[in-house]
């Protein structure tokens, strides 16, 4: 399986990944701080952004698409 993220997706991922950086500057052990988590629905993708290293979330789905 192949998941994409559109444009919109992408850059509101990036803008919350280096604002989650600003927050606290620690790296993870292998490098696994952020994780893309992907929900497969009838209608479309649902995306998901986890910061494990705060444990915070960020939706990034954009629903125009769907």
Known sequence: MIFEL???EEESA???ITDQ???RTSKTTIGG???YIFT??????GIVV???LLNEKKD???YDLW
């Open 60 to 62: 990034v789905t954009d």
């Open 14 to 16: 990036k803008e919350w």
């Open 6 to 8: 559109s444009g919109k």
């Open 50 to 52: 986890k910061d494990n």
């Open 21 to 23: 950086k600003k927050k």
């Open 33 to 35: 701080r952020f994780s």
């Open 40 to 45: 497969i629905t009838s209608v479309g993708n």
